[in-house]
């Protein structure tokens, strides 16, 4: 098992940055498979990007390529989420997700979830 934990989000102007981070426990982190979906009010969860395990492998939802960047410290246990030129439409809270055996789009194949950091862009 893994459990996740991020950090990171806040309040931001449009145009600004944030980097979110997710922090995974025990040794098999590099094992998994590590994603990011948002979810915001009213809406369901949408993925964002996910990484393969050893993080050379990306993939983004069309929404945020260009903008957003996943990337991975195996040594260091955390998965970030590097954000630009953030929009009033990024508002979410932000997850992050594991699996074992691959990544996908959907969030109903991630066995792991953290808690979730809100993430607000004002316009």
């Known amino acids: 098992q893994v459990q996740l934990v991020e950090s990171g989000g806040g309040l931001v102007q449009a145009g600004g940055s944030l980097r979110l981070s997710c922090a995974a426990s025990?040794?098999?982190?590099?094992?998994?498979?590590m994603a990011w979906f948002r979810q915001a009010p009213g809406k369901e969860r949408e993925f964002v990007a996910a990484c393969s395990r050893s993080g050379g492998n990306t993939h983004y939802a069309g929404s945020v390529k260009g903008r957003f960047t996943i990337s991975r410290d195996n040594a260091k246990n955390t998965v970030y989420l590097q954000m630009n030129s953030l929009k009033p439409e990024d508002t979410a809270v932000y997850y992050c997700a594991a699996d074992g055996n691959n990544y996908y789009t959907d969030h109903n194949e991630y066995d792991y979830w953290g808690q979730g950091t809100q993430v607000t862009v004002s316009s």
């Open positions: 025990g040794r098999t982190f590099s094992s998994y498979f």
